[in-house]
Nanobody
Framework: QVQLAESGGGLVQAGGSLRLSCAASGRTFSSYAMGWFRQAPGKEREFVAAISWGGGSTYYANSVKGRFTISRDNAKNTVYLQMNSLKPEDTAVFYC????????????????WGQGTQVTVSS
């Protein structure tokens, strides 16, 4: 069992930056691949980024490639999402998720989810 808690969301102007954190409970964090997803009002949950167990492989949605960076610190049981050059269309609730397979983009492939953190980008 893994419990996840996101933090770091907020209101930012277009062009600004935010860093999201996802803290995981349990001693098996390093055995899970991690992902970030987002869901805007009226839209389906969509893949944003993912990272493998040791952090050696990362994966990004085309819409965030070059602007967002996913990383993890297994000693701190935490995964991060650094978001730069934010756009109003990035506004959404951001969720972190843990799964057994690295790099998958479908939400159903992840076993554990956090409660989400709101990111709002004003124009």
């Amino acid at each position: 069992q893994v419990q996840l808690a996101e933090s770091g969301g907020g209101l930012v102007q277009a062009g600004g930056s935010l860093r999201l954190s996802c803290a995981a409970s349990g001693r098996t964090f390093s055995s899970y691949a991690m992902g970030w997803f987002r869901q805007a009002p009226g839209k389906e949950r969509e893949f944003v980024a993912a990272i493998s167990w040791g952090g050696g492989s990362t994966y990004y949605a085309n819409s965030v490639k070059g602007r967002f960076t996913i990383s993890r610190d297994n000693a701190k049981n935490t995964v991060y999402l650094q978001m730069n050059s934010l756009k109003p269309e990035d506004t959404a609730v951001f969720y972190c998720a843990a799964g057994r397979v690295a790099g998958v983009t479908g939400p159903t492939r992840y076993d554990y989810w956090g409660q989400g953190t709101q990111v709002t980008v004003s124009s």
